[in-house]
């Protein structure tokens, strides 16, 4: 957390730090002291929980569509300082109809994709002309541009628009990514003023094969426990895809195992995890306790309903995972 917080700082960089990975109050109130701008949440249900925590400012990257979401938005607009985004007229419109009936001023960032084929506007002018259109909206303000992932493509599409937006005097205020995976490149992309981490804080398989961090500082595991070993090279784990979600995320097997590290886990039931350890000199014996870190934090964080924080082998606080399942 501070590692991140002392990088952005020093690169004038505000940070944004992503809560959908921990979805733990105490967690975001730990990053704003350590000098975080604000906090990033992706759905409603998750701002909801932050804001009556005490979480004042949330950036919300996300396309709010539908009368009762809105609402929501809306009043918690009335609380607190946030902003979301939109990717098309459709968003820019229901934004503008339902901030007005409130009588809400609300900042509006346009997406834009750099690669991902997810949301976001395709080209620079697309980006401009909605920016266009959030600025003609009594009750909406253009706020800036946002994308995710970080990349080669993200610094000429923000100059293209920029440049485009400029000759009306429209101004990109803020300039919003994010990814665990790119964030010490953050200060190679002149046109960055903020960073959404998520991963970050806990670390998992994916960081570390991205390079972003290294084995001891990733602080997140499982312990599971061997239930069976049916064949000398196959071992059974009490955990399966309802503790560690299927995701792969492009990698080769489930998670790894600290104590065995060639063991690979190579499929899930809902509550077993099969696990093949051929390739072990030492073979884990049934009851033995395995600490497992799983591909990707975000996914495993959403299927617990508390996190145990450990310091040098003691307990020192258990954490509920306050918006677990917040995903509406
Ligand atoms: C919109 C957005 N911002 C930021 C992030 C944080 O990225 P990471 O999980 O790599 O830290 C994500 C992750 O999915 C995201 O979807």
Known sequence: MQRLQSYLDSHGIANWPHIKTHKIPAIAQMQIAAGAAGITCQKIGEVEIMAQAGLRNIFLPYNIIGEAKLNRLMELAQQIEISVTADSAFVVDGLAQAAQQHQVTMPVLVEFDTGLARCGVQTPQQAADLAYRIDRQSNLVFDGLMTYPLNERTDSFVQQTRAILEKDRVSVR?????????????????????????????GDRYTLKSGAMKLEEVAFSVIT??????????????????????????????????????????????????????????????????????NHCCSVTNLFNEIVAVRDGVVETIWPVAARGAVQ
Do not use: N
């Open 174 to 202: 803020r300039v919003s990514v994010g990814g665990t995976p790119q964030m010490w490149q953050a200060h190679e992309h002149p046109v960055v003023t903020e960073y959404r981490a998520g991963m970050y804080i806990y």
């Open 225 to 294: 426990t061997v239930v069976s070993r049916p064949t000398p090279d196959r071992g059974i784990l009490d955990g399966g895809s309802k503790t560690f979600s299927s995701d792969l995320v492009g990698l080769d097997g489930y998670g790894l195992i600290l104590e065995y590290p060639q063991a690979r886990i190579y499929s899930f039931s809902e509550e077993h995890g099969h696990f093949d350890f051929s390739d072990c000199l030492e073979k884990p014996e049934i009851g033995e306790r395995l600490t497992v870190i799983p």
